[in-house]
C-alpha cells in the first residue's frame, strides 16, 4: 500500500511500504478515505516537532470504512465509517488512574511518536474507531473529529457552559473548534485573529463579535463585550509568549484562562497577576475520550464542520497541500487528503 512517510525533516515522499495485518484480536483494519493536516504534521516535515521521530508515516486526522475486525470486537462491524482518536496511553500511571490519559506520562500519538493515518490502509484498536452515521454526516468531514475534539477538550478545561463570554485567541481550525463547541453549550464568543479573512470564517461559524488585533483595539471590544468585567474565560490558542502574557492581562477576577501552547521559552507573568484575580490557569492537551461528544455533535448538527475544510488534494499531493498552507494561512483553513 502507498503511505505519507517523512524520511527526515524536509523530505516528504510517497512510499511502498506493507499493508498492515491485525496482531491483536482487540484490532480493526480501517481502509482510510480521507485525512486532514494539521500545524504539527507540518512540524514534523519541516522538523520543528520535538516529539517526533523518523522516518514516519504522519497524520493523526483521519478516518475511514472498518475492512476487517479482530476476533474480539463487539463495538464495530465490517462496513462502519470510523473516525479513529490518534491518543494512546500506558492505562496505568497517575494521570491514567485518574482519567485522564491524554496526559498519560507515556502518552504517544499516533502520526508523530507512532506511524500514523496517511496511509491506505491503518491497523487501530477498536477501542480508538469511533462509528459516525454517514446518513448525517458527510464522509469527507470524518477526519475533523479529531480537531474538533481538541476545541471539545478545551471546552471541558474550561469548563465553559451556557451564558459564559469566552474570549478565544486565533481564528485557525483549533480557535473555530474552540468557538463552536463553546457556542453549542450556549456561550458567547470573542474572537481575534490578524486575518479579516479568518476572523469571516470564525463568525459565519458561530463568533458572536469578533476583533482583528492588528487593526482593532481588543481592550476596548472587551470592555464593551463584558460590561467592564473583563473576560471570565480566555483560551489562547495563538501560543506565543505575548499572547499567553495577555491571556492572564485580560482575564477578569475569578477568570479561567487555558492554554495549548507547546513553546519552551517563558512567558513574563508575575505572580500578583494570578493571586490578585485568583486566575484558574489550565494546560488543555490532546483530548480525554471527546470523540463520542464531537461525533453526536457532527451528527445533529449542533457542530457543522463543513465551513472549516478549504481545500482537498489527493494524497499523493501532499507537498503541494502543505505548501499551499504554509503559503496561504490566511485563506486556509482545513485542508484535506483523499484517499479514497
Ligand atoms: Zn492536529
Ligand atoms: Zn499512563
New binding site residues.
Given amino acids: 500500500m502507498k503511505a505519507v512517510i517523512v524520511e527526515r525533516p524536509l523530505e516528504i515522499r510517497i512510499a511502498d511500504v506493507p499493508k498492515p495485518e491485525i496482531q491483536n484480536n482487540a484490532d480493526v483494519l480501517i481502509r482510510v478515505l480521507c485525512g486532514s493536516i ?4 507540518i512540524g514534523i516535515y519541516r522538523g520543528t516537532n520535538a516529539l517526533a521521530t523518523y522516518p514516519r508515516i504522519i497524520g ?2 483521519y478516518g475511514g470504512v472498518v475492512e476487517e475486525i479482530g476476533a474480539g470486537v463487539a463495538n464495530l462491524s465490517v462496513g462502519d465509517v470510523v473516525a479513529v482518536d490518534p491518543v494512546r496511553a500506558c492505562g496505568h500511571c497517575y494521570a491514567c488512574s485518574v482519567g485522564r490519559p491524554n496526559v498519560c506520562k507515556s502518552v504517544e500519538v499516533t502520526g508523530v511518536h507512532r506511524d500514523g493515518g496517511f496511509a491506505e490502509y491503518v491497523v487501530a484498536p477498536a477501542s480508538a474507531a469511533y462509528r459516525i452515521d454517514t446518513a448525517r454526516v458527510d464522509k469527507g468531514l470524518i477526519s475533523l473529529v ?2 474538533y475534539s ?1 476545541g471539545a477538550q478545551v471546552n471541558h478545561r474550561a469548563d465553559i457552559h451556557a451564558g459564559d463570554r469566552v474570549l478565544v485567541m486565533g481564528a485557525g481550525p483549533i480557535g473555530v473548534s474552540i468557538t463552536q463547541v463553546a457556542k453549542s453549550r450556549g456561550a458567547e464568543v470573542l474572537i481575534t485573529d490578524i486575518f479579516d479573512s479568518r476572523l469571516d470564517r470564525a463568525k459565519s461559524m458561530g463568533a458572536d463579535v469578533t476583533v482583528n488585533v492588528s487593526t482593532g483595539d481588543l481592550d476596548r471590544e472587551i470592555d464593551r463585550f463584558t460590561g467592564g468585567e473583563g473576560m471570565p474565560v480566555v483560551v489562547d490558542s495563538v501560543c506565543s509568549t505575548a499572547s499567553f502574557e495577555q491571556s492572564v492581562a485580560v482575564a477578569s477576577q475569578a477568570g479561567r484562562v487555558v492554554t495549548l501552547g507547546l513553546l519552551s521559552r517563558p512567558s513574563q507573568i508575575a505572580m500578583v497577576e494570578l493571586t490578585k484575580k485568583e486566575l484558574d490557569v489550565r494546560g488543555s492537551r490532546l483530548n480525554n475520550h471527546r470523540f463520542p461528544e464531537v461525533i453526536l455533535g457532527f451528527e445533529d448538527g449542533s457542530l457543522t464542520p463543513a465551513g472549516m475544510l478549504t481545500s482537498a488534494f489527493r494524497f499523493s499531493e501532499v507537498e503541494k497541500a502543505i505548501a499551499r498552507l504554509l503559503e496561504h494561512p490566511e485563506l486556509e483553513c482545513k485542508v484535506a487528503l483523499r484517499f479514497d
Avoid: L, N, Q, V
Fill in positions: 494539521c500545524g504539527s504534521d493523526h486526522e479529531e480537531p481538541i
